[in-house]
């Protein structure tokens, strides 16, 4: 999975997942249902940063956020690589680890 928010055993990394996906999907609804919710700082008026540590991610992100990058950074020096982009109306940059490197490019579609 790559995850790296939680660790120990295969099951309860997964349960986290369930969980943290579960949370995004709530919190998706309610700002869908009530506009006096406003949107959260992160993800609008700045990226959501996501940390990634094997090829399969990278690649995984490249491919959704291909035609909308607004930013790709091989010469980020503190984790790795950045891409940047949008997932409909979320922005969403991508931290790739030093040692995965970008080779994934990210071009219009």
Known sequence: MGDRGVS???ERVAAHRV???????RLADLLEQDDAMTLPYYGDSAAL???????AGVAAYAGVLA????KIDPDAKEFGCELEGRLA???VLIHAALY???EATVSGA
């Open 89 to 91: 109306g979320l922005r």
């Open 19 to 25: 969980e943290y996906i579960a949370g995004l999907r």
């Open 8 to 10: 120990g055993p295969a």
């Open 67 to 70: 035609g909308s990058s607004e």
């Open 49 to 55: 940063a996501v940390f990634v540590y094997d090829r």
């Open 100 to 102: 995965v490197g970008c």
